[in-house]
């Protein structure tokens, strides 16, 4: 029997590859760890699922934006929604301008300021505006977004807060919310849209928290929570997450790089008696 744990390796059976001690680790992360090595080279095992993940990332970044299914998923919640579009007239130009990514297309912001001043009730006085947006994952929006728009929307309610209907945008950027909340004018922004892919997270949403959003405010008053997916952060913490960003933001009146996530592993979503305020 050859003992290929000695000598200089040319005494090892053929076929033979070592595995990376630290393989271990893969038990706990979805990262790209734990590899092994067939020689100087990756296992042909690892080359074939890095193509595949890679080819997934592209997958996700290229998916069209079903915003039909959000709508009706909404619908189905009883939840009010409306369909807007950025100034972006196709995926490539998406990709490659994202300054139109940011902005509203001229017939959305009409059909934005007919909705707002044909629903005044549904739109007046709001604490909270919910965006959706594809953002560089369609699939992320398809898989998370609706479940995270109505936990949080049902807490925020819960909690007493004034909810605007969901303004779902085709090619929107995270900046697409500010102009949206031009004409909205909610006390609270949060924009639910797809992350840029990665090698083992193509599915991941990002939800941008705006105290006082506007267009041209700068990207330092935001928070975000990110990797919200079946594989990272699950929808029920993200939830809870946001309704205690929410909570703080309203207490503080500000987001951003003033707020801090500090939520405590007991935090119960809009709880009475919790003070965010500095003491005197």
């Avoid at 001690?21 to 890095?50: C, Y």
């Avoid at 049902?154 to 085709?170: E, M, T």
């Avoid at 997270?201 to 928070?223: F, H, K, Q, W």
Wanted: overall charge neutral; proline content about 5%; charged content about 30%.
């Amino acid at each position: 029997m050859i003992d290929s744990d000695k000598g200089n390796g040319r005494d090892r059976p053929e076929g033979y590859f070592s595995p990376d001690p630290w393989g271990w680790l893969k038990e706990h992360t979805d990262a790209r760890i734990g590899l092994g090595r067939s020689g100087v080279s990756l296992p042909l095992k690892e080359q074939l699922k890095f193509n595949l993940d890679h080819a997934r990332a592209k997958d996700a970044v290229a998916l069209a934006f079903d915003h039909s299914r959000i709508l009706e998923d909404l619908e189905k919640l009883s939840i009010p929604a409306l369909h807007l579009q950025s100034r972006a007239a196709d995926k490539n130009e998406y990709l490659t301008r994202p300054d139109l990514g940011r902005r509203l297309a001229p017939e959305s912001l009409e059909l934005l300021k007919e909705r707002v001043k044909k629903d005044p009730e549904l739109f007046r006085d709001r604490d909270v505006l919910v965006v959706v947006c594809d953002g560089l994952s369609a699939l992320a929006a398809h898989s998370s977004a609706v479940k995270v728009a109505s936990g949080f929307l049902d807490l925020a309610r819960l909690g007493g807060l004034k909810c605007a209907p969901v303004a779902v945008v085709s090619l929107g950027r995270v900046a697409v919310a500010d102009e949206v909340n031009d004409h909205v004018k909610a006390k609270l922004v949060v924009n639910l849209i797809g992350e840029r892919p990665g090698l083992s997270s193509p599915d991941s949403l990002g939800a941008y928290v705006t105290y006082g959003a506007y267009r041209g405010i700068m990207e330092e008053s935001r928070n975000c929570v990110s990797n919200i997916r079946p594989a990272g952060l699950k929808t029920e913490e993200a939830v809870r997450k946001l309704a205690y960003l929410a909570q703080k933001a309203f207490a503080l009146k500000l987001t951003g790089t003033r707020l801090k996530d500090d939520m405590p592993e007991n935090y119960l979503p809009f709880e009475e008696g919790l003070s965010f305020l500095p003491a005197k």
